[in-house]
């Protein structure tokens, strides 16, 4: 197979150094790519964004496959883009990705299908989201809506921390577009770990568990990054919670962790809402 990797951070390192100890793989290709990719695929320099390049390199390149990897490209329809021009691409389609690609939209989907998440209210107005902090209990996280690089939460102690966030993200606009609209979000203390799954509507296939470093500083006291590297899997909240083994196939609803036990709404509401989360290639 020849596969075409769009992205040029870590994740598409990983994904490439992968990729490339596989025997069905005859070519690599990362757009654009960087240094480390370097040594496992040919990079191209072309953007995340172009799609209209992106898919005339897969065409003229005979790629069988084509792996989209960052959050930007995918919330913009890069795999719907592919798929018009009838090219395989694995990532989620626009639809599916504005779950990342909106926090408001996730939250608003959580709360729809009973799926347990922080309390919440959303606003697109600076001054009643002000208000709304006066009488709000502290300390108080606020997200900006829109795709900020894991850099749009901010973790305020104090009214005085939470207004002027509001001012950083509604008002001076430090991540642009992405902070029209924010989340204001119930503070809560823990342990962050991600189990991601691979479904198509009725078969799920459970990732191992993974925990990232998060906040920037030592003890926790810096403002949240977009991750500063990652451990998998991860021994705290999960012991005792019976993950199926890796790979195990699951038919029906979606599932999800509550405690010690695995529920199933999660990915289920994701395709009756018509939005796969990372859909199989047929």
Not at 112 to 128: R, V
Not at 154 to 180: P, R
Request: with cysteine; proline share 4%.
């Amino acid at each position: 197979m020849k596969i075409l990797i769009v992205g040029g951070g870590g994740r598409e390192h990983a994904i490439a150094w992968k990729l490339a100890k596989s025997p069905k793989v005859e070519k690599l290709y990362c757009a654009p790519g960087n240094a480390g990719i370097a040594e496992v695929a040919e990079c191209v320099n072309i953007g995340v964004m172009e799609f209209d390049k992106l898919v005339a390199f897969a065409k003229e390149h005979a790629i069988d496959l084509t792996v989209v990897a960052p959050d930007d490209p995918l919330a913009a329809g890069a795999v719907d883009a592919f798929e018009a021009a009838g090219l395989r691409a694995f990532g989620p389609r626009a639809n599916a990705a504005i779950l990342e690609g909106s926090k408001a939209f996730s939250k608003d989907l959580m709360k729809k299908y009973g799926i347990p998440t922080a309390a919440y209210e959303t606003f697109n107005d600076p001054e009643k989201a002000l208000a709304y902090l006066e009488t709000a209990k502290m300390p108080i996280v606020l997200k900006a809506d829109g795709l900020a690089l894991g850099k749009g939460v901010l973790i305020c102690k104090d009214l005085e921390e939470a207004k002027a966030g509001v001012k950083t993200l509604m008002m001076d606009k430090q991540f642009g577009s992405a902070g029209d609209e924010i989340v204001i979000e119930e503070f809560m203390t823990g342990r962050e770990v991600s189990v991601l799954s691979f479904v198509d509507g009725k078969t799920i296939r459970i990732m191992t568990s993974a925990q990232d470093h998060k906040r920037a500083k030592d003890g926790d006291q810096g403002l949240n990054t977009g991750g500063m590297g990652t451990f998998s899997p991860s021994g705290c909240i999960l012991q005792g919670t019976h993950l199926p083994e890796d790979g195990r196939r699951h038919e029906g609803r979606g599932q999800r962790v509550q405690g010690h036990h695995l529920l199933r709404p999660d990915a289920d509401c994701r395709w009756s809402e018509g939005t796969g989360v990372q859909r199989q290639i047929r």
